[in-house]
């Protein structure tokens, strides 16, 4: 595989970004039918990567060679873990991207929208691809300042008041993240994270160190909304529009806050058993207490919002487990089958919560409320958000055959064998929670007494086609259980972190 091709998932969406206004102005429809397009071909290109995945791919922006034996060029890095994000990232990305047609026309400044989609979508393959600190740092701030104008682009008072605390929050998490940059140079003189792994391994449990992963876990657990950061994403993820609602969602507090933190842990630092307690004991309490705070709410959006960050608990504390095992020497089985179901779940989410929040958007569009005490029959007028939103319910739910089961119970039977067993028994409860908040959510939007006033209708067929799309992957996504799929997709994302020492040689050619 040519190297080169790495560089097209940040530089196609770039260059899409600042075309769309100039386009914009000529054919009212470039943006809308340009993003899709340019999506549909980032989903084709990681598919073609995956089927040929010929290891870790390195390329050197410029041709910039080690001068001796320092790295100084900016470095891209695909290997297993980014292009599974990548794959995550672009198809969400597109299935969006294609829904927002339709919606997007209730809005005024589309050409806008999609400016800020595309550059925020840019910037996470960017972070994911970004092998130095100092590039992940701008790709992640180009991907959370779009973020931030999405979430404000309604411009209603809700809306803009959610952006200012997301702004706020998110500077917060930005400082933090420099910071600890910053002590990381301080220390060893180089920003390529392959080198910096060079540099630290053998340093074990330094203080220095574990007060750099803590500041780090700080930062980044605050763009991923663990307990106890969250304060930001409730009012983030309801204000903004449906299509960005599933995207914040689904994918940008992955690869802005979990995949960064694991890729650091896992790649950058030496294992420590500490660090891996902090993180597990954030997961597990982000999976428990975010999903008691789902469950009382009643407006939809806001009871996904708490939903993502239980569910991103689980992705936690799933990976968490396998750390620690890891750091206290443990067998590698033990840990591959934690981090697996971590990631299993990763993309899980992605699917089911995306498909959600389309799922509220596609209600508020046809109802125009997001308050569940003011729906009911919506079964009657929209069939096709009823079983797409039902097999999404179902899925987050953790009910066979759909893919939420399969990764939970991946991440229980491994905090069994690994003698987590408070953590198994959490997981057990904040999925019935989480099956009793969705049994309401169905209750009360499709079957509850119908307003005699406004019957509702369904939704236009692009926004169908993407929820429809969703809710078959909840299905298909079940079949990674299986060696023969899991070993294409799932086993060389595990086998990076499993294997974290490699990750500086494979990079480094050494």
Not at 16 to 30: D, E, R, V
Not at 195 to 212: A, K, L, Y
Request: proline content about 5%; glycine content about 10%.
């Amino acid at each position: 595989m040519e190297s080169w091709l790495i560089i097209l998932f940040v530089i196609i969406p770039l260059f899409t970004a600042f075309l769309i206004p100039l386009g914009g102005k000529l054919l009212p429809w470039f943006g809308r039918t340009a993003v899709s397009g340019i999506m549909l071909f980032l989903v084709a290109l990681a598919v073609h990567i995956i089927l040929r995945m010929p290891g870790t791919v390195v390329y050197m922006a410029g041709g910039w060679e080690p001068v001796e034996g320092i790295p100084v060029a900016i470095y891209l890095v695909l290997d297993g873990l980014s292009l599974f994000l990548l794959l995550i990232i672009n198809l969400l990305g597109f299935l969006s991207a294609f829904y927002a047609i339709s919606y997007m026309r209730r809005y005024t400044g589309e050409k806008y929208f999609y400016t800020l989609m595309c550059l925020m979508i840019a910037g996470m393959n960017g972070v994911v691809l970004a092998g130095d600190l100092f590039n992940l740092y701008v790709f992640l701030e180009i991907s959370v300042i779009s973020s931030y104008a999405l979430v404000a682009f309604g411009v209603e008072k809700t809306e803009l008041e959610a952006s200012y605390k997301y702004q706020v929050l998110g500077g917060l998490a930005s400082l933090l993240v420099l910071f600890g940059i910053i002590m990381i140079y301080w220390q060893t003189k180089t920003l390529n994270i392959a080198d910096i792994s060079m540099i630290m391994q053998g340093s074990g449990q330094d203080p220095f160190n574990i007060f750099i992963q803590l500041i780090l876990i700080a930062g980044f657990g605050i763009k991923a909304a663990l307990i106890p950061f969250h304060a930001w994403l409730p009012d983030a993820h309801s204000s903004a529009p449906s299509p960005i609602s599933a995207m914040l969602s689904g994918v940008l507090i992955k690869a802005v806050g979990v995949y960064v933190i694991i890729r650091l842990l896992f790649n950058m630092f030496p294992p420590d058993n500490s660090v891996a307690v902090v993180f597990t004991t954030i997961g597990a309490l982000s999976m428990i207490i975010g999903v008691i705070l789902a469950i009382g709410q009643w407006d939809l959006k806001r009871l996904l919002a708490y939903h993502s960050i239980s569910q991103m608990g689980y992705v936690v504390t799933g990976i968490g487990m396998g750390m620690i095992l890891l750091a206290r020497g443990g067998e590698n089985p033990a840990a591959a089958l934690a981090i697996g179901g971590g990631l299993f779940h990763m993309i899980n989410h992605a699917v089911f919560k995306g498909l959600l929040f389309l799922n509220a958007g596609a209600i508020e569009y046809a109802a125009g409320t997001r308050d569940m005490t003011k729906m009911g029959g919506l079964a009657r007028y929209m069939p096709v958000t009823l079983s797409s939103s039902f097999s999404a319910s179902m899925a987050i739910s953790g009910i066979p055959p759909f893919n939420g089961f399969f990764s939970k119970l991946i991440i229980i039977i491994a905090a069994v064998q690994g003698g987590f067993y408070l953590l198994a028994v959490l997981a057990v409860i904040a999925g019935i929670i989480t099956l009793a908040s969705f049994m309401k959510f169905q209750r009360y939007a499709f079957y509850n007494k119908p307003e005699p006033d406004s019957p509702a209708r369904e939704v236009p067929v692009v926004m169908r086609a993407s929820m429809i799309s969703l809710a078959v992957l909840c299905l298909l996504l079940s079949l990674l259980v299986f060696p023969g799929i899991r070993q294409v997709l799932l086993d060389p994302a595990v086998n990076v972190l499993v294997e974290s020492t490699e990750y500086a040689r494979l990079v480094l050619n050494l």
